[in-house]
């Protein structure tokens, strides 16, 4: 950001540029809208926009960024919060939760995800705050099931991430109006945690 806001009045108008930004993001294509229409949805004028954000593409990678956050933030309190007795349950909570942030506007997410695909540092920021999610989330598998064998290494973690996110890349390319189904994204998970954990996994 250029300037951070120090006031909760200047923490609203952030908020309303960000979400003025996803709504064009899930309405049109990316190279279709400009900081004047962000600022137009959003009710302030482009100087204040500028204000905070140098030009359109920094607004976006500070979305990206402050989404990953909080969608970090709401899936650790449900791995630390829940009370499933087992794994499935428990995984089932954890995509609940992930579908609750931009992929309740499918478009926004498709490009988001080939924004962050096409930005090796925010590819690296993202992947660390994922990390934090996954590791958790499979210590909390193993502390349900032990029969999964110890937590994974952080170098599998990646893997199964980045084999999770292909494929969800890959089928969202499929239909960018759509989000990729709970069923699905509990298949995927489930398949991946099977193939790395020593014993089967969840």
Do not use: W
């Amino acid at each position: 950001m250029r300037k951070k806001p120090r006031q909760e009045r200047a923490e609203r108008t952030v908020d309303f540029i960000c979400e003025a930004a996803i709504q064009l993001l899930d309405t049109r294509e990316e190279p279709d809208f400009t900081t004047n229409h962000i600022a137009e949805r959003a009710g302030v004028s482009v100087g204040t926009l500028y204000r905070y954000f140098p030009d359109k593409g920094a607004l976006l990678r500070f979305v990206v960024r402050r989404e990953a956050k909080r969608a970090s933030a709401v899936a650790l309190q449900v791995i630390d919060g829940s009370g499933a007795k087992n794994t499935q349950t428990l995984l089932g909570e954890v995509v609940d939760a992930s579908m609750e942030h931009f992929n309740q506007r499918p478009k926004a997410a498709h490009t988001i995800r080939h924004l962050v695909h096409n930005d090796p540092e925010l590819m690296d920021e993202v992947l660390a705050v994922r990390l934090s999610v996954i590791r958790r989330l499979n210590v909390r598998l193993v502390e349900i099931d032990p029969s999964m064998g110890p937590p994974l290494p952080d170098a599998t973690l990646k893997a199964i991430n980045d084999g999770f996110q292909a494929a969800i890349t890959a089928l969202a390319a499929q239909d960018s109006e759509r989000a990729v189904d709970k069923a699905t994204r509990l298949r995927l998970i489930k398949a991946l945690l099977n193939a790395f954990s020593a014993n089967g996994g969840a």
